[in-house]
């Protein structure tokens, strides 16, 4: 073994590594089931958010188009058509 190499510490009652040994501590469950609620809230939330928008869209189209008829027959436009020329 050369000075520079790695040195495994093996624990005298079990033979594991210290490596070994916290890969096989139980599973910490809080943060496991905590990960779960908050990802999938998150995932609703922009599901909710998304399906929104999309029910807004017709409404949205109608009120574009309606806006758009509003600016080009505006009353401005109606009076300089009816003045002689």
Known sequence: M?????????????????KERKALQPVEWYSFTRFFVEGFSL??????????????????ARE???ARRALRHS???DQDDSEPS
């Open 75 to 77: 009353p401005a436009e």
């Open 43 to 60: 995932l609703g939330l922009v599901i909710m958010l998304a399906t929104g928008l999309l029910r807004q869209i017709p409404e949205l």
């Open 2 to 18: 050369t000075a520079n190499s790695p040195v495994e510490l093996r624990l005298p009652s079990t033979g594991l590594t210290a």
């Open 64 to 66: 574009w188009r309606k």
